[in-house]
Structures are given as structure tokens and as C-alpha cells.
């Protein structure tokens, strides 16, 4: 089956070559000429990865239709009356509950006392309770236990005395949090209002109307041109039109980008599962990363770095923020450009970074890596860097989001969507943008050698069909998930560059199959780790073939082979060492040690992911993970 899926992809590859609170919620607004019913249906759907427990729609025409309740969305359709739901706008929901049970009462959309002011809301709104507790003295009446339902009172309220669009505004003078907000308003059901704040938010520009929405692919079907909406703004959206205020009133002219993202980039294409599909679209992706980017034997980045060539060579230190596993891609851009290009780097959890005072100089580099562009904590951080005078970057995948708004130079990683909530080709491009990074700023600081920048800019060259290989070798990969994915624990060990593999690895496991892993520098094993090893556990070992760290992960294996323990060995092809010693070996191309992180994470990802097939999980959609992270 994976044979035949690689058939496929090595057509379009071929081609290519050639030229905590978690806010898991979705949002799909439609104002148009068609029936708004099938459109936010098609839009929730798409939305599905960001996990959920309910959803709802709401639909305007003349009054204000609700139907929401417990459940997927499939199941939600049996359950309300949708031959009610007829109307050319509406607005819909899916929720993971934050404030209050997942009851149907909890489910959005939220409506006033009279029935008029329908809403859905991402994000938390901190002061809600002081805001509730001022509107029932007003007999303001609640149906549910939300946060989200004191804005829909909070708009009703002004609404008494004002129009719809400046009762929005200031109810929204008075809510303190973050909130993507839909609203509608059966008085005027010619339009709808959208409104940001820290929760990210577009706005789709359509040949049959228009659209809103917390994320592109559930507008791919029906328009690639988007507004990416900015803080404290409001749109107000008519089937023809598109004005974007402050919430002073004030008008603020907007751009419209195209994407070119195609629907099916966003869709499985013919793969079980999303995370699968992503695995698969690795050298594609790290294809399009580095295309344009390598011109004449030489690294270009034009001026997405916004950085002149003195202020690379002014560079004292560079701090490296992210969260999960942007943190593990950060961790790999430290090795790299402290062992090459000899800049001291740091890498911090975005989400402590902000809560401290990070000692930044003026020549600090302070880089932040993102997925999505929406992470609350990796904003707020980059934020509180500024604010501290550094220079930032951020490394990113969507363009036009929050966190490429905020920094001074932005590198995309060209990816292209990734859907499901396991990260896979964004990891591997991100590893991609920090190594030409470290090309860069290693021949600019000349702390490499002509010869030496040639042979890594030939060897990232290499990396795509080098990638291909492993996915079309991974038999033995397969074998391992057959025969250990009932175990209960595991270990991941690694060292130098390969330490954050472990650690990614690991991740995978637990976020896809919830089997309990860990990663650990191989060292460490013998600090602790080592009391659990036993003939029930497996050891997973990158151990690629190189001059710092071989011969010591050969004492580290038959240190595990001595208490019984299951080594399933990453190794280079040609290895004669390491298959005498592991139960299993998989085997990645030879490469240079920088790089040989990209192709070990590759049968790891694959590990996890056929793990949790067998064991039935969600893989797309794993239990308490949400794709985006825009609460903290």
C-alpha cells in the first residue's frame, strides 16, 4: 500500500524538482448568493483536525436559527433539524470545551436573551465573570456556562441604543482576552461581523459571496483569496463587500492575498490518514523550501531577513524560541550554528521566555519558530523581544499570520497546509531554513571554508530523494509496529544533533498512539533511565555513522542489550556494526552529520504513525491536542 502511495507522490515530486488552556475551536462564517447551509458544513469538516466535542449552526434569515449539540459533526447533523437551517448567511461552530461541561448548552452558537445576536467565539475572555455578573443585575438571562455567551448579552445591551455594527465595537471596548468573534444580527441579516484579538482570524474574498474563518483550508473549496485580519479589528462583511474598522470606528485599509494552496493540498489524496499523506510530501516540501533559495552555488534569501551583511556579522548570540516541536527544531538550529557558524545560541520555551527579563544585547538575533504563525505563547514572546530591542525572525509556514506580522524578517518554510495535528513536514522544513541559515551566516563570518559550504549546500540537495528512499524502504519500520505496538513504554536516545530527534520521536509516539515515551541524550540513560529497561522495553537509538558520537552509542546499545532490553537502531546504510548489535535496523542514506537529523526523523514519524494505526487511534485528530495553540 505505501509502495503505491510513494508511486504516486514520486510523480508530483518529479515534477517539483523540475521547475495551557488549548483553543481548539473552528470557525466558518458565509454570506452570499448560495444556500449558506452546505458551505459551513463543508467548511466544519475541514476544520475537524483542530479537534472538537460540539458544533453548531446558525443561520439568518429574517430571525435567527440554532441548531447545535454533542459530537462530531456527522452525528450532530442526525441530531438537529437542519430542513429549519435555509438562508444565503450563517455562521458555525466547532468547540472543545474550555468554560463550562460539553453539554449542548455549552455548544455554539451562543444568542442574546432576545434572540436576535447570534455569535461564535475562539479564545477566553478573562474578565467574563465580572462582565456576567453586571448584566443578570441588568436581567440579562444565561443559558449556558461559557465565556463566549456574555459577549452575545454584552452586543445585546448596546444594541438597545445603538446599531449593530457600533454595538459590536463597544462591547468589545469592555472585553478583556482573546477571541476570534463571528456575529450576526436578525435585524440586519445582509451582514456579518468578524472581530480579532490575539485568536487568529480571515476573512474570504469569494465569487459567490464572502466567507470568515479561524483557518484556510476551510475556505480552499470556495476561494484562495484572503484577508489576514489584524488585532482589535473589526470586519464587516456583506455578500458584495468588505470594510475593515478599529474599534474606535476608525477605517483601515486591508490587502488581499492569494494563496496557492490548491484544495486537494488540503485534502487526504487517496491516503488513510492526513499525518501519513504529510510524511509523505516531506521531499516535495523541503523541495519547494530550498527552491530559489540555492542560486549559483550560493545561499539567497533576498530580503526576507531583512538583515544587512554588517549585522550578520555583528551578531553576538541568537535565541531560538518555539513550542513543542518547533522547540526540537530549535534545539537542532543551535547545534548547528554554534558548531559551524560559531554564534552562541540559546533555546528557550517560548511560553517561559515571556515571563522572565531574557537578557537581550543589541546585537541578539532573536528567532522564533512556528508552525502555524498563531501560537499565543511564541507571539507573546516575540512581542516581549521587541519590546526588549532585539532584532527578530520568524520561521514559519503560514504566511501573512500573527507571528510574521510581529517580527522584522520572516522565512517561510513553504510546506504548503499541514493538517494533521502531528507535525511532520514542518519539522523537516524548518530543519531545512536553519541549516541554510547556518550556510549563510557561516560564509558571511567565513568560520567555514569554501569547500565546506559547497559540500553542505551539495548535501541539502541531496536530502529530498535521500528522504524518498527511507519512505520507500520502510518495511522493516512496519515490521516494528506489528510487533511492539502493544508495549506500554519506550525510550528514544540520541546524541549531538541527534538528541532532539529523540526527543521529536518520542513525541510522536506519545502525541499519536498515547504510549508513554521519552527522549534522552544516550548519557543521560545511565543517570536514571536505565532502571526501567527490561525485555519488555523498547530502545530507540538514532545512531547514525559519524566521527563525534558513533563509538559511543555502541557502548550505549550493548549497554541496553546487557539488561534485556529491545534496540530498534536508526543506522547509516553500509553500517556492518550496528545490525549485530540492534534487534532491528533501519537504515537512512549517508549524509553530513548536520543534516543526518532530517532523514532519522523520517522513520520515526513513520513509527509512530503505523504504531497508532494498529492501536486505532485518531491519528489526524489525537485526544486533548489541538493543531494550534492560541490560548495559553
Known amino acids: 500500500m505505501l509502495k503505491n502511495h510513494w508511486t504516486i507522490l514520486r510523480k508530483q515530486y518529479a515534477l517539483s524538482v523540475l521547475k495551557v488552556v488549548f483553543d481548539m475551536c473552528g470557525i466558518v462564517g458565509y454570506i452570499g448568493n448560495k444556500e449558506a447551509m452546505p458551505v459551513l458544513v463543508s467548511g466544519l469538516k475541514n476544520l475537524e483536525y483542530r479537534g472538537y466535542d460540539s458544533a453548531g449552526f446558525a443561520i439568518i434569515n429574517k430571525r435567527i436559527i440554532i441548531e ?35 453539554t449542548k448548552e455549552n455548544a455554539h452558537p451562543h444568542a442574546d436573551c432576545s434572540n436576535k445576536i447570534a455569535i461564535v467565539h475562539n479564545g477566553i475572555i478573562e474578565n467574563y465573570s465580572e462582565l456576567k455578573e453586571k448584566l443578570i443585575q441588568k436581567k440579562h438571562v444565561f443559558r449556558s456556562e461559557t465565556d463566549t455567551e456574555v459577549i452575545a448579552h454584552l452586543i445585546e445591551e448596546f444594541h438597545k441604543k445603538l446599531g449593530f455594527e457600533d454595538a459590536v465595537k463597544n462591547a468589545l471596548k469592555e472585553v478583556k482576552g482573546s477571541y476570534a468573534l463571528g456575529v450576526a444580527c436578525a435585524e440586519e441579516p445582509g451582514k456579518l461581523i468578524a472581530a480579532r484579538n490575539e485568536s487568529p482570524l480571515i476573512v474570504g474574498k469569494g465569487k459567490n459571496g464572502m466567507f470568515l474563518a479561524s483557518d484556510i483550508p476551510a475556505l480552499l473549496e470556495y476561494t484562495n483569496k484572503f484577508i489576514y485580519m489584524h488585532d482589535k479589528e473589526i470586519a464587516v462583511i456583506t455578500k458584495d463587500t468588505i470594510n475593515i474598522f478599529d474599534l474606535e470606528g476608525k477605517k483601515k485599509s486591508f490587502k488581499i492575498s492569494t494563496l496557492n494552496w490548491s484544495k486537494e493540498a488540503a485534502e487526504k489524496g487517496g491516503f488513510k490518514h492526513f499525518m501519513l499523506k504529510e510524511i509523505y510530501e516531506q521531499p516535495r516540501a523541503i523541495t519547494e523550501t530550498i527552491d530559489e533559495r540555492l542560486k549559483n552555488g550560493d545561499v539567497v534569501f533576498e530580503k526576507e531577513l531583512n538583515l544587512t551583511d554588517d549585522e550578520i556579522l555583528k551578531i553576538d548570540s541568537i535565541k531560538l524560541i518555539g513550542c513543542g516541536t518547533s522547540w526540537h527544531a530549535a534545539l537542532v538550529g543551535k ?18 521566555f515571556r515571563y522572565r527579563n531574557p537578557i537581550l544585547k543589541p546585537n541578539t538575533i532573536v528567532m522564533a519558530i512556528s508552525q502555524s504563525g498563531e501560537t499565543a505563547d511564541t507571539i507573546a514572546a516575540l512581542k516581549e523581544a521587541k519590546k526588549n530591542g532585539a532584532k527578530t525572525i520568524s520561521i514559519c509556514n503560514v504566511k501573512g499570520s500573527s507571528i510574521t506580522r510581529v517580527s522584522d524578517g520572516v522565512v517561510y518554510t513553504r510546506a504548503g497546509p499541514e493538517i494533521g495535528v502531528a507535525s511532520t513536514k514542518a519539522f523537516t522544513t524548518q530543519l531545512t531554513v536553519l541549516y541554510l541559515l547556518t550556510i549563510l551566516f557561516s560564509k558571511k563570518r567565513k568560520t567555514l571554508n569554501d569547500k565546506q559550504i559547497k559540500d553542505m549546500i551539495y548535501g541539502i540537495r541531496k536530502i529530498p530523494l535521500q528522504i524518498a528512499s527511507v519512505l520507500n524502504e520502510d518495511f522493516e519500520v512496519v515490521n516494528c509496529a506489528e510487533l511492539y505496538h502493544k508495549r506500554t513504554n519506550s525510550l528514544y536516545l540520541g546524541r549531538g544533533v541527534n538528541f532532539p ?8 509516539l506519545k502525541e499519536v498512539s498515547y504510549i508513554h515515551a521519552e527522549g534522552y541524550p544516550a548519557a543521560e540513560m545511565k543517570h536514571g533511565p536505565i532502571a526501567l529497561i527490561d525485555e519488555h522495553m523498547p530502545v530507540v537509538f538514532i545512531a547514525p555513522h559519524d566521527i563525534y558520537t558513533y563509538s559511543k552509542i555502541l557502548g550505549n546499545i550493548e549497554e541496553v542489550k546487557a539488561r534485556g532490553g529491545i534496540v530498534i537502531a536508526i543506522a547509516t546504510e553500509g553500517d556492518k556494526e550496528i545490525p549485530k548489535k540492534a534487534d532491528h535496523t533501519i537504515f537512512i542514506p549517508k549524509t553530513l552529520y548536520t543534516l543526518s537529523s532530517i532523514l532519522a526523523v523520517v522513520p520515526l514519524q513513520l513509527l509512530a504513525y503505523h504504531i497508532a494505526d494498529k492501536l486505532g487511534r485518531t491519528i489526524d485528530q489525537p485526544k486533548n491536542l489541538a493543531k494550534v495553540v492560541t490560548v495559553e
Open 501 to 508: 530527534i529523540a526527543l521529536e520521536g518520542a513525541l510522536k
Open 68 to 102: 447545535k449539540d454533542i459530537g462530531k459533526i456527522d452525528d450532530v447533523q442526525k441530531k438537529i433539524n437542519a430542513s429549519l437551517l435555509k438562508g444565503f448567511s450563517g455562521l458555525a461552530h466547532c468547540r472543545w470545551a474550555t468554560h463550562g461541561n460539553v
Open 335 to 352: 547545534f548547528m550554528f554554534e558548531e559551524l557558524a560559531k554564534i552562541p545560541t540559546e533555546v528557550e520555551y517560548a511560553s517561559e
